[in-house]
């Protein structure tokens, strides 16, 4: 939807990892749970974690398929969501968006998700 802005992206090995980026120049993070959901060539999307907004305990959410290996952040005084993927795999190759949310919680549900941005390619290949 362009409302927010991922970056951080690109190819690496197996194995190898990244850290996503997330911005919005309309969205004041601190006001929303945020997440990240991806999408796969020719699979539906998929929720892949969610971090609660800083109005208490920071509450953190991960898919089955992530926890473990990823890791969610945020800098609220940069307006910013990060997305640590460490020990990435083959099947990780997606399409990762950064969204605002509803609600963060263990079922990851994509109608959680509020705007989301144009996404950034993760691809993972030896």
């Known amino acids: 939807q362009g409302q927010l802005v991922e970056s951080g992206g690109g190819l690496v090995q197996p194995g190898e990892s990244l850290r996503l980026s997330c911005t919005s120049s309309e969205f004041t993070f601190n006001h929303y749970d945020m997440g990240w959901f991806r999408q796969a060539p020719g699979k539906e999307r998929e929720g892949v974690s969610c971090i609660s907004a800083p109005d208490g305990s920071t509450n953190t959410h991960y898919s089955d398929s992530v926890k473990g290996r990823f890791i969610i952040s945020r800098d609220n005084a940069k307006n910013r969501v990060y997305l640590q993927m460490n020990s990435l795999k083959p099947e990780d190759t997606a399409i990762y968006y950064c969204?605002?949310?509803?609600?963060?919680?263990?079922?990851?549900?994509?109608?959680?998700?509020?705007?989301w941005g144009q996404g950034t390619q993760v691809t993972v290949s030896s």
């Open positions: 969204a605002t949310a509803w609600r963060c919680d263990y079922e990851l549900a994509l109608a959680n998700f509020g705007s």
